[in-house]
């Protein structure tokens, strides 16, 4: 059984491209990890005269991964690392099973704690 980890990157003033661009190289990093899989999080219909089903959501991706504390920690650690390279006006809100966490490229105790026990909770969820 897996768990889909949903991340939206926003960006202030970005455009669809732009997050877009954002996703695919957070994708990238993404993928270097033990993931099932990383797309672009697709929902609704998409737009007459494209071929896809579903239409994709700009800055968007479903990450894949067995549930549990170390793969869901990983897909995390990345994302954190990602945001505070990134020098900052970015965030990635988290999603899983409809509990969200927004996580931004500063490294305060408080968040650590949150991100800890968001983590945790989905973790043994899946176990």
């Keep these: 059984?897996?768990?889909d980890v949903r991340l939206g990157v926003v960006e202030?003033?970005?455009?669809?491209?732009?997050?877009?661009?954002l996703a695919l190289l957070l994708r990238q990093e993404l993928l270097a990890l033990d993931v099932r899989s990383v797309e672009p999080y697709r929902e609704g219909e998409a737009p007459d005269g494209t071929r896809g089903g579903l239409a994709a959501i700009a800055g968007v991706l479903t990450v894949?991964?067995?549930?549990?504390?170390?793969a869901i920690g990983a897909v995390v650690g990345v994302v954190r690392d990602w945001l505070r390279r990134s020098g900052g006006g970015r965030t990635v809100k988290l999603t899983i099973d409809g509990d969200v966490i927004e996580l931004s490229g500063a490294s305060t105790d408080v968040q650590q704690q949150l991100v800890d026990a968001f983590v945790r909770k989905h973790a043994a969820a899946g176990q």
Excluded: T
Aim: no cysteine; hydrophobic share 35%.
């Design 12 to 21: 202030e003033g970005s455009d669809d491209a732009r997050l877009e661009e």
């Design 64 to 70: 894949s991964v067995q549930p549990g504390l170390q």
């Design 1 to 3: 059984m897996a768990a």
